[in-house]
């Protein structure tokens, strides 16, 4: 399988225009209502250049009443399904449809989309390249009354491929900028995921399985949610602009622009960590931190996590490694304890709902960062920061720093999915360096005369830069 690097697809050999399309396909479309709108979605699809053997349509009805109907013009295999118990809204409609279907791919589709006769197929070729991508359809956003369209004549004009004179004037989508200034996300940073939204895209069904599926919790905004478990399960994201599809109607968020966005914000800082526009840096905590940070016990362990609690970077979770002793049950000596230092240190750390203890750290797939830190070094409060920002800046999957203690090692959680995925290294998949000297060295042992971690990042980066020492694939 082809080792891709960060978010970079240009050297993915896509089938051309002899290839023989062998995957199958599961468009799942989430409704509520509408049902002048699901028949134009339908009717487009039922003209599809992709083979209709290889392509099953899942509707799932939440709750319409009263209940959706297939329309006479439909692709061969189109059924309609209640959402699975216990949930309702898009996300759950989703998750209930995919959990009802059984193509190797699947298509997440809006139930208001009137699609190109490509569009499933140009989405697909892109799923016969490599298995761990998020295929982005595009599309733009039009005006629309119902009764508008008739399903026949839509039919008819997007098998003749003239979906595309069906309007004349569109809505850009704002990902579009970003898409431009990251030449298509080639280039983009580990914020790619951003520009994932639920109209239509694609990913591998162990893709979405790998991810978790989407958060049922989140009624809205739960495609930005879904872009960032794809993320963190290693995905690699493809705006596909070969093809496309006219919206009908204007996005929600442009009719109610300040609920929407207040109601998104609070949800997606809490599961998101590294937008910063939702998450404002605020001396608090987030149910999903920036990173979890792992201190082996040892001398100066206290001290250790005193220093990372303390640091700019508050969302932060440490989880301390041992061997634990139970809790006392019976009359005891206390000061002859043989765990006297171990439930010491618990103790110590009782009331913090940031620490926890375990004999060995528990791997969470929705925290971006994996840091190790030795119980020895002395972090400053830009410690975290410093170590997470050049990880960042120079796009790196894996960062160790070298201390007279022992080494802090920051892994980038998505990297590491990657590569397991693909049985490669993190350095293969998103680079790796080691350094052992300057600031960052400094902002982890202060006393080892590696420089001024406090003077920051401007005057700092420089000479971090001539101390690395090796480039482990940059």
């Known amino acids: 399988m082809t080792v891709l690097r960060r978010n970079d697809y240009g050297p993915l050999d896509r089938p051309g225009a002899d290839w023989r399309p062998r995957l199958t396909v599961s468009v799942v479309i989430p409704a509520h209502g509408h049902q002048d709108k699901l028949d134009v979605t339908l009717a487009s699809l039922a003209a599809q250049s992709y083979p209709s053997s290889l392509v099953e349509v899942v509707v799932v009805d939440d709750g319409t009443e009263p209940p959706l109907r297939l329309p006479d013009l439909r692709p061969e295999s189109t059924r309609i399904v209640a959402p699975l118990p216990g949930g309702w809204a898009s996300a759950h409609a989703t998750n209930s449809g995919v ?238 304890d043989p765990h006297f230092s171990a439930r010491n240190l618990q103790e110590a750390f009782e009331g913090e709902a940031r620490v926890r203890f375990a004999a060995e750290a528990e791997p969470d797939r929705g925290v971006p960062y994996r840091i190790d830190v030795p119980a020895g070094a002395e972090p400053g409060p830009e410690a975290v920061r410093t170590l997470v920002d050049y990880a960042n800046e120079h796009r790196l999957g894996l960062l160790e720093v070298e201390l007279p203690q022992g080494v802090v090692r920051l892994e980038r959680a998505a990297a590491a999915a990657r590569a397991a995925h693909l049985e490669a290294s993190v350095a293969d998949v998103w680079g790796a360096e080691s350094v052992s000297e300057g600031p960052l060295v400094a902002a982890f042992a202060p006393d080892s005369g590696a420089g001024d971690a406090g003077g920051g990042r401007e005057r700092g980066l420089g000479p971090l830069r001539r101390a690395v020492r090796r480039g482990l694939g940059r």
């Open 99 to 336: 959990a009802q279907s059984d193509g190797e791919v699947v298509l997440r589709l809006d139930s208001d989309m009137l699609v190109y006769d490509d569009h499933v197929e140009s989405q697909l070729r892109w799923h016969h390249a490599a298995d761990y991508l998020a295929v982005l359809g595009h599309k733009r956003f039009v005006d629309y009354r119902a009764g508008d369209l008739d399903p026949v004549d839509v039919f008819e004009a997007v098998r003749a491929g003239k979906a595309a004179s069906l309007y004349d004037r569109a809505e850009p989508q704002w990902i579009e900028q970003i898409i431009d200034a990251t030449a298509g996300l080639r280039e983009a940073d580990h914020r790619a995921f951003r520009v994932l939204v639920g109209a239509s895209f694609s990913v591998h069904r162990s893709m979405f399985d790998a991810s978790g599926g989407m958060d049922a919790d989140v009624l809205l905004g739960s495609d930005t949610v879904f872009g960032y478990r794809l993320h963190q399960a290693g995905a690699l994201f493809v705006p596909d602009e070969d093809s496309s599809a006219w919206h009908l109607g204007p996005r929600q968020i442009a009719s109610r622009g300040d609920l929407a966005k207040a109601y998104r914000r609070p949800r997606i800082a809490n599961r998101v960590p590294e937008l910063d526009l939702k998450r404002p840096r605020a001396n608090r905590s987030w149910d999903t931190p920036l990173a979890d940070v792992v201190v082996a016990s040892g001398d100066g362990v206290e001290s250790c996590v005193d220093g990372l609690l303390t640091g700019s970077v508050r969302d932060v979770r440490v989880t301390v490694t041992g061997d634990w002793p139970e809790q006392h049950t019976g009359r005891h000596a206390p000061l002859d």
